[in-house]
């Protein structure tokens, strides 16, 4: 069904009259929560990074404006923002977004409803969202022209960047099989996509050593914690899973996966080609993941088989990918297990599950998990 369409059916052009796509809708009572939170602390910092030097001899005469030569700065940090309710539980959630993303997406839902930062914070949670290396508020230094990795020397040489389009979105992440058509069962807030759209930052060759290594300073500075993880963040969180003693639990909304080097499934076949089973790690890395209880998230509209469309087909492969995963981790004694939320009674739900117009029963699901595993205590 075309955008256009679907919105005039669901009475969505009407409340939000001119707009194609929808901009960001007002809160409704239905959104604006369950009244005031008592907040004990909150603020913000940074963890991790490193200085580096800009290549060539510091100026102040050159220009009124400080050149960049010569001058050093801070690079791959991570920022880290929290907020901490009164009479808290015992373990933090670490809310960590995807590729193309900041930690906005977990804030606030496109269409102006609570995301799962409040949501979390009503249920008694300390909450930390962070915006990765490279990437939103952690910054990155521009160097007058190509900028990014950096050579032995610590000088900055090009690499590239990337932003996912509308098009791309549209099928990878399931707001339909391809731009302008829509899903018949459609949970993503369609009024508000382009608001969605317009929170998107490019991708600057992300490392993921470098990512992973800052989640495992963050809790080194606040401890035991429960890391949610999505898409493009799910390996971070099983590197920094397999890595610190301070990971007590993963959930993980429709990730890539790590396996063994020495048993690394072979390539997922697609309708053309093949994606690359997971990322491999020690048997010792992989062991201590196992230690760890954790759940993969999927949501609905997924290709049971393959199809021509490659960026839809390859979610289909993730999915085949996670069955081999949690079986690899169950078999040395793991607590893993996939969720696909249709089978929680969840229809609709796009890659994006957590701001979708269900998304207090998907945080439903979490909650249950957290219970399960004795992850939620006070």
């Not at 796509?21 to 602390?41: N, R």
Request: aromatic share 10%; glycine share 12%; charged share 15%.
């Amino acid at each position: 069904m075309n955008i256009n369409r679907y919105l005039r059916n669901i009475g969505l052009l009407a409340v939000v009259p001119g707009v194609m796509l929808g901009g960001c809708a007002t809160p409704t009572a239905s959104g604006a929560g369950e009244g005031p939170i008592t907040i004990a602390s909150q603020g913000s910092f940074f963890v991790g990074g490193r200085p580096v030097t800009a290549a060539g001899q510091f100026d102040a005469t050159a220009a009124p404006n400080p050149p960049t030569a010569g001058q050093t700065y801070w690079v791959d940090q991570m920022y880290v923002q929290y907020q901490i309710p009164v009479n808290a539980r015992k373990y933090p959630l670490v809310f960590v977004h995807g590729g193309s993303g900041t930690g906005r997406v977990w804030e606030t839902t496109p269409d102006g409803r609570e995301g799962f930062q409040t949501i979390f914070l009503r249920r008694g949670f300390p909450v930390y969202i962070v915006d990765f290396p490279r990437r939103g508020r952690a910054g990155y230094p521009s160097f007058g022209g190509p900028f990014g990795q950096l050579d032995a020397n610590q000088q900055i040489v090009a690499n590239r960047t990337g932003q996912a389009g509308r098009e791309f979105a549209w099928s990878r992440w399931r707001l339909g099989p391809k731009y302008p058509d829509v899903f018949p069962v459609q949970a993503f807030p369609m009024n508000a996509v382009d608001s969605f759209l317009q929170h998107l930052v490019p991708t600057v060759s992300d490392d993921r050593e470098i990512i992973s290594g800052a989640l495992i300073k963050l809790l080194d500075k606040i401890g035991p914690a429960v890391l949610v993880t999505h898409s493009q963040s799910g390996l971070f969180g099983w590197l920094a899973g397999a890595r610190s003693p301070n990971v007590k639990g993963i959930v993980s909304y429709e990730p890539g996966f790590v396996f063994e080097k020495s048993v690394l499934p072979p390539p997922i076949p697609l309708f053309k080609g093949t994606q690359p089973s997971g990322t491999p790690i020690t048997p010792a890395e992989f062991a201590k993941l196992a230690t760890v209880p954790l759940q993969v998230v999927y949501g609905d509209n997924i290709p049971k088989q393959p199809i021509p469309d490659l960026i839809a087909d390859g979610r289909r492969a993730q999915v085949v990918t996670s069955v081999m995963f949690t079986d690899a981790l169950n078999k040395h004694g793991g607590q893993a297990s996939v969720l696909h939320l249709p089978d929680a009674g969840l229809r609709g739900n796009s890659h994006f599950m957590f701001s979708d117009l269900n998304n207090v029963q998907v945080a439903d699901e979490l909650s249950k998990f957290l219970n399960a595993k004795r992850l939620d205590i006070r």
